[in-house]
């Protein structure tokens, strides 16, 4: 295997599956049964979720709700979101650890990096939820960040495209995948791959993001084994 330690970001607007709000169970558990399968294979997994399925602090603030409380709400929305996978890990008998930037601590750990580590080095599964516990800052930046303290391999975005096109492939049928890019080329041709704080913040540690379509069962495997499916995006 090419990585030993990784980090896959999730939407949460991939969990509505054939749902226009909330969690789809069907797909929760494909997701799990997939991070198992390369559990089993001895990779440390770490997980950032987000929570637009739920409520986005950036929409509410457009409605007339404070930024700052909006961004607090999405951050509940995504301890929701990462209690539901822990629900759904626990289920195909993976141990998982939550563990939050903001203290809840009746349902989750407070996140501190060496016991997030120590998890890892025991083969848990680690969900990040809560983002990084500040307001204005996206899921996004939060899964660079905790990717770069717990020391990943590399960030998995597992999204509902199969990579990094040069315009909307969901627009555009003559859209051109990129099988790897650098990080420069992304930004001179101002692709949307994740906000720029974030991304920014991966170029700058030299940390790989591997851009893949999450939905299609299996793809979580080829891409630990280093089967050339998605976008790769490096120095």
Do not use: W
């Amino acid at each position: 295997m090419i990585y030993k330690r990784v980090l896959l970001k999730l939407s949460g607007e991939a969990l509505l599956g054939e749902r226009s709000y909330g969690i789809d169970p069907k797909r929760i558990s494909q997701y799990a049964k997939d991070i198992k399968t390369i559990t089993d294979l001895g990779i440390e997994v770490a997980v950032v979720i987000g929570g637009g399925n739920i409520f986005r602090g950036v929409s509410a603030a457009s409605n007339g709700i404070d930024r700052v409380q909006g961004d607090y709400m999405g951050m509940l929305a995504t301890v929701i979101n990462g209690m539901a996978l822990q629900s759904s890990l626990e289920e195909v008998c993976v141990q998982t650890r939550l563990q939050t930037a903001i203290k809840i601590e009746a349902v989750a750990e407070p996140y501190i990096k060496r016991k997030a580590v120590r998890h890892l080095e025991k083969k848990r599964v680690v969900i990040f939820g809560g983002g990084t516990g500040n307001p204005f800052f996206t899921t996004d930046s939060a899964a660079v960040l905790r990717a770069i303290e717990i020391n990943a391999d590399v960030i998995l975005k597992g999204t509902r495209v199969d990579g990094v096109y040069d315009s909307d492939p969901e627009k555009n049928k003559k859209a051109k995948k990129y099988d790897t890019i650098s990080f420069s080329d992304v930004l001179s041709k101002n692709l949307k791959v994740m906000d720029s704080t974030a991304f920014t913040l991966s170029q700058e540690n030299n940390l790989p993001i591997i851009v893949f379509n999450m939905n299609e069962q299996g793809n979580l495997l080829k891409v630990i084994k280093g089967e050339e499916i998605g976008t790769k995006i490096k120095n």
